[in-house]
């Protein structure tokens, strides 16, 4: 199948598929054709609708009705798949409804033209790039096809893992596509046949499979299975690598037009597309594992290789010079041999640039979006700049580069989210039988208070015991962290509270003594909440935070309830901690609210934002968060959301960076690289951007403040600091605030 005749694919442009429109014709093949589309946010997607009827002649409804179905299964089989990395998502599915107009030449009778087409159609990611556009502007190099290659193997388990398996058997470039951070998406599940008998299924060639993935099998219309599909990925990489059509040349080819290419992958590519499919590799693992250990040997990609490169190029010299000059090869054979000598030289001490180190770095999530820049760049720089590497030894004189990995918290199953301070020290102390077990070389929590927690539990954790065990040695006296933590920042912990409230608290622009957590305890016990200072037409206190005892900003919230019930900003100790006392008072009346948690604080102001003060009327959040949710767009309702500085108390959290120098599993050049990490983010540059995302620099010299009050910060509104307690008091007002929500309080 093709166009049909009278057909053109711009017909459709500018119609509606449900919600989306189409707008551009992107490409078309044998079943439909694919138009860009955008979503509700302005992303772009891609829109694939099937063709309508060439006629409506019984022969052509058939054929129609038969692409129609072969279409909806297609949908069906790779809707399945939603949720793999390396296939196609289906984001929604349904029928347009066209009626032709304007001038064509139409075999189609009028009884059909009068009538609307109701044609399939399904939704997926626009992915602009793919195998097909990247070798029309060049050969893939060898470790990206490799990659490539193993992530279509993956794509392909999944379905071969189907029972019975799915075989997908359309493996052409253009069905490869390519994701922004160059992950292969495996699209187009046209062909897709299940299994339906032991081994093999039964198709017929359709014409417009390309020649380039052609497996025997295919061409002779016979039996097909998941070795067709291996068949494709072997042609599929031989053409990444080549250009050229595995039919037609031999493996050979590969072997002397990419000498920068591993050996084995030759003999790879021939055994995934012999003839037989009993040679072949039998199941797509055992393709994937020889696929993930084709590494190219050092001898042979910087000996051999650049030694064949400069053969290839001095025989295409010679060709093209009269016999009379070829006397020049002597000399040439000379001065390459000495030039080969000296790059050998040289490669010893610097074209081999040594591994850069890595550290890991597990942080609050808080401050994510400053530090993945910071980590970036910094490994841009470590990469070039003498002055961020470690130092090196000879023949390495140019040092070593320095890699940081951000370490991330499962907050769900699958769900991967920067840590929660509370969690992060929780899996340091924690081992592999426990819910997580991460081994950083730094932490870099929201508060030096999870550095004490840090030190004073590591004595006798899971973590400790495995490793005193695994040593032969006793750990538990080790002080794990650096004896000094320096601070990277500041950002006031704030009530997210919309101005109105505010206003009517006395809490902006300037808080007055009464904007207060009692106040706001106040006001969540009395029986008609907000009615108790003079408006009760926004009825009880709903209120918004993270989880107690996960969070950071959630956990300090109680703590400071506590504090402001027992009338202390420091010296809160156990005895003040109780159910009937006035620490346990004040969290009672507070928690009488109605309190929303979410997994994190910022998602609980990104809800209040969208959804408004019928929602939520604050939040728990940080001053910086504020700052960024206005700057990003800010209040849409009329009513902007500030930060509200509570007057009876509040605490600013400074996020340490806390070397884990102690640690067994910190090497100590782990740890010098760690400090020269510290160096580049407490450098003015680093803090710059720190004051330009709304959070306070410990830089002296970097100037900040003018921007917060734009976006409903007050910088200089009078902060009344509180000591925070020791980690076991902490903990008690969290089993405190777990027996008052439960009603279980002793």
Excluded at 359 to 369: D, P
Excluded at 658 to 681: M, S, T
Aim: overall charge negative; aromatic content about 10%.
């Amino acid at each position: 199948m093709s166009v049909p005749d009278w057909f053109d694919p711009k017909m459709l442009v500018g119609i509606s598929a449900g919600s989306y429109r189409l707008e551009n014709v992107l490409g078309f093949g044998g079943f439909g054709a694919v138009y860009s589309t955008r979503d509700g946010k302005g992303n772009p997607l891609a829109v694939k609708v099937l063709y309508p009827p060439n006629s409506d002649l019984p022969a052509d409804m058939e054929e129609y009705a038969r692409r129609q179905t072969q279409f909806l299964r297609e949908i069906a089989f790779a809707g399945r798949f939603n949720d793999h990395p390396n296939i196609m998502n289906i984001k929604a599915e349904g029928f347009l409804s066209w009626q032709p107009t304007g001038d064509f030449d139409s075999p189609v009778s009028s009884s059909v033209s009068d009538e609307s087409f109701n044609l399939p159609y399904y939704v997926t990611d626009f992915l602009h790039d793919g195998v097909d556009r990247r070798t029309q502007d060049g050969l893939f190099d060898p470790e990206e096809a490799v990659r490539i290659a193993i992530q279509v193997c993956e794509a392909l388990e999944a379905l071969h893992s189907e029972d019975p398996p799915l075989f997908h058997l359309d493996l052409n470039p253009a069905n490869i596509r390519l994701a922004e951070d160059g992950s292969a998406i495996v699209t187009d599940f046209g062909l897709m046949r299940r299994e339906r008998v032991q081994h093999a299924v039964t198709t017929t060639l359709p014409q417009w499979l390309p020649p380039i993935v052609m497996a025997p099998e295919q061409i002779a219309g016979s039996d097909q299975d998941g070795r067709t599909d291996i068949y494709q990925v072997g042609a599929l990489l031989f053409h990444m690598l080549t250009g050229k059509n595995r039919v037609e040349f031999g493996v050979m080819v590969l072997v002397e037009d990419r000498p920068d290419s591993p050996r084995s992958l030759a003999t790879i590519i021939e055994q995934c597309t012999r003839n037989n499919k009993d040679l072949r590799f039998q199941d797509v693992t055992s393709l994937k594992n020889a696929l993930a250990h084709a590494k190219q040997s050092w001898f042979h990609k910087y000996i051999v290789g650049p030694y064949l490169v400069t053969k290839a190029f001095l025989s295409t010299v010679e060709a093209q010079v009269p016999p009379v000059w070829q006397v020049w090869r002597s000399t040439a054979a000379w001065i390459f041999a000495a030039f080969f000598v000296l790059a050998l030289s040289w490669a010893v001490g610097w074209i081999f640039p040594p591994t850069p180190i890595k550290i890991t770095i597990a942080s609050s999530s808080t401050k994510k979006e400053w530090l993945i820049a910071a980590v970036n760049s910094f490994y841009q720089d470590s990469r070039s700049d003498r002055r961020y590497q470690l130092s090196g030894f000879l023949p390495r004189l140019i040092g070593q580069p320095i890699e940081v990995e951000i370490l991330l918290e499962e907050v769900r199953d699958g769900d991967f989210s920067h840590y929660r301070s509370g969690t992060m020290i929780r899996d340091i102390l924690s081992d592999d039988s426990d819910r997580r077990h991460i081994e950083p070389t730094i932490a870099s929590p929201a508060d030096q208070s999870y550095i004490r927690r840090l030190r004073k539990s590591w004595s006798g954790s899971t973590a400790e015991k495995q490793w005193s065990a695994k040593l032969g040695r006793d750990l538990s006296a080790d002080d794990i962290v650096d004896a000094q933590s320096p601070d990277l920042l500041a950002t006031p912990l704030i009530i997210a509270m919309w101005e109105s409230h505010a206003v009517s608290l006395g809490c902006w622009p300037t808080p007055v003594p009464s904007c207060s957590w009692k106040t706001l305890a106040s006001i969540a016990s009395a029986p008609d909440g907000w009615g108790k200072v003079g408006h009760p037409e926004r009825g009880a206190l709903q209120y918004g935070m993270g989880a107690v005892g996960k969070s950071n900003s959630a956990t300090i919230t109680q703590v400071l309830i506590c504090m402001a019930g027992a009338g202390k900003r420091s010296g809160l100790v156990l005895t003040d901690v109780l159910p009937k006392s006035p620490c346990g008072d004040a969290m009672v009346a507070f928690n009488q609210g109605d309190i929303v948690f979410f997994e994190k604080s910022e998602w609980a102001l990104v809800e209040m934002q969208a959804r408004g003060p019928e929602f939520l009327d604050a939040v728990t959040t940080y001053e910086e968060e504020v700052i960024e949710l206005n700057r990003e767009g800010g209040a849409t309702r009329g009513d902007p959301i500030v930060a509200v500085y509570p007057q009876d108390g509040t605490v600013q959290p400074t996020h340490p960076f806390a070397i884990l120098r102690g640690a067994p599993w910190v090497e100590a050049r782990k740890a010098e690289a760690a400090q020269v990490f510290l160096d580049y983010l407490l450098s003015f540059e680093q803090q710059l951007r720190l004051a330009e995302q709304g959070f306070r620099p410990v830089h002296p010299d970097v100037a900040w403040g003018d921007e917060f009050r734009r976006y409903g910060a007050t910088p200089d509104a009078n902060l009344v600091l509180v000591d925070l307690p020791e980690p076991d008091v902490i903990d008690a007002v969290v089993n405190l605030w777990e027996c008052i929500r439960g009603n279980n309080c002793p």
